[in-house]
């Protein structure tokens, strides 16, 4: 199975940058897609971008233009690099990825990790 294991979370103001980590381990016949999801306090779960094995991205439209979602295959790790950041993007962030074992699709998710903007 497939762990995954979020950091790069914090505190920041308006208009500040963060990039979220998101490394994975374990055992895998192939990585598929990879996402971050967030959950506002009192809100669904959403998805806010994701990545394909070829590099295509897609983003909520609440963050496009100011987040970029990257895979880095060798260091097995997705980032979230997130700019221009607002009040709203205040939620726990976290990462999903897809993946092959023995035949199967299975699906990992991480713990979550914090991102407060205050204003």
């Known amino acids: 199975q497939v762990q995954l294991v979020e950091s790069g979370g914090g505190v920041v103001q308006a208009g500040e940058s963060l990039r979220l980590s998101c490394v994975f381990s374990?055992?895998?016949?192939?990585?598929?897609?990879m996402r971050w999801h967030r959950q506002a306090p009192g809100k669904q779960r959403e998805l806010v971008a994701s990545?394909?094995?070829?590099?295509?991205?897609t983003y909520a439209d609440s963050v496009k233009g100011r987040f970029t979602i990257s895979r880095e295959t060798a260091k097995r790790t997705v980032y979230l690099q997130m700019t221009s950041l607002k009040p709203e993007d205040t939620a726990v962030y976290y990462c999903?990825?897809?993946?092959?074992?023995?035949?199967?699709?299975?699906?990992?998710w991480g713990q979550g990790t914090q991102v407060t903007v205050s204003s």
């Open positions: 999903n990825l897809d993946y092959n074992l023995l035949g199967k699709l299975l699906g990992a």
């Open positions: 374990g055992s895998y016949s192939v990585i598929n897609a």
């Open positions: 990545v394909t094995t070829s590099g295509s991205t």
